[in-house]
Structures are given as C-alpha cells and as structure tokens.
C-alpha cells in the first residue's frame, strides 16, 4: 500500500490499480469482471457503472472529480446527456479526490458532499511538477485522467488504464452524448502522447 503523493488527508491505495476513463469504446469489451478485479479502481466525475457492469465492472475504490463536477453544477444545457447534476450529493460511503484549480467547491466540500464520504484534495499547485516530470510541454491544462496516472507512476503503483481514447478524433463517453464542441482548456493530443510514452516505457498497461 502506498500514498498517493500530493494528495491530503493522506490517501492510501494499495498497489494493484484499474484507472477507467469514460470512452465508449470500452462498451462491448466485457471488461467488467476483469476491472473488478484489481484491488483499487478509480473512476471519474459522473461516469456510472449501474447498467454497464458487464463492460466497466461495478466496483469503486476512489471517485476523482473536478471542479464543476465536485459542485454539483447542471451541465445538461451543453449538450451532456446522463450527467446528473447531483451526482456526487447522491454518492455515499465513497472516497472521493477532488482535483482542480479552484479551491471554492473544496471549502464548500461539506455542502456537496454527503458525511459518510471520505475526501481529499489534490494540491493543484503541484501541477507543474507533473509537466517537469514528464516533459509536458503545453500550457494548457491537465485532464484529471492525465493527472491521476502521473500520480499513480510517480506513487509506485502498479496501473492498468481502461477506457481511454488514445486515437484521433473526437472523445466519446460510453454513458452519455457530448456536445460538438467542447472547451479548449485542454490539449487532448498531448495528454494522448503522454499516456501512450508512459506505455511504451512499460510505466503503465493500457488495456484495448
């Protein structure tokens, strides 16, 4: 078992770890027993798993969040579909890690979130370290998937990822339509090129 780093309170996970993005290419793989059975599975912000056992597995060790996400904000008027807005008011007994830029929905954390949670928070101001640390040359932000795995490596943990498009063209979601057009805030070539170094450097296993 090992912290992950600059996470607070601390945030044990043991070495064994499926990390799940949310694209709909994982929809028919059958992957669901597989995932389930690593001993930590992350997942994040709304993705489900009531309905799609049998492709994403059904267990949660650590929900990941960001900001918009962590504050229960209504994004169906952008053209998300299936993205509930209090998806993670509903959430009980779970661990959640919030990660982002702005500290506001962390300080409102008790509101969002329901008591039987356990939360932590990454230290955003870290971020920089990660781009170092793996020659990430973009401004542009970080995707939390991109995020976590950096975290993951540099923790020591052993990490599968699942579910992440690494091919061009547009991202998909295996649970929800997503709008034509979406923000700009993220180099998504770059976080590809990222994951997929880490791959060939045998850092990490991406299951396809």
Partial sequence: MSNLIYASPDLKLENDVAIIGASASLL????????????????????????YESDVGSK?????????????????????????????????????LYVGPDLGPW????????????L????????????DKFDYNSSKNLQIGTIVTFLGVMSGLKITLFG???????????YEDRPATVGTCHDLSKDQESIIFLEKNNLIKVKK
């Fill in 120 to 131: 932590f928070v990454f230290d955003y101001s870290k971020v920089n370290i990660l781009k």
């Fill in 28 to 51: 028919g793989t059958g992957f669901g027993e597989i995932i389930d059975s690593y001993s930590e599975v992350i997942r994040f912000n709304r993705s489900p798993t009531d309905g």
């Fill in 107 to 118: 300080y409102n954390r008790h509101n969002n979130t329901d008591p039987s949670n356990e």
């Fill in 164 to 174: 992440f498009d690494l091919t061009s063209g547009p991202r998909t979601h295996y």
């Fill in 60 to 96: 949660t060790t650590l929900r990941v969040v960001n900001n918009h996400v962590f504050n229960n904000n209504d994004i169906s008027s952008k053209g998300y579909s299936n993205s509930p807005k209090d998806f993670v008011k509903n959430l009980r007994d779970s661990k959640i």
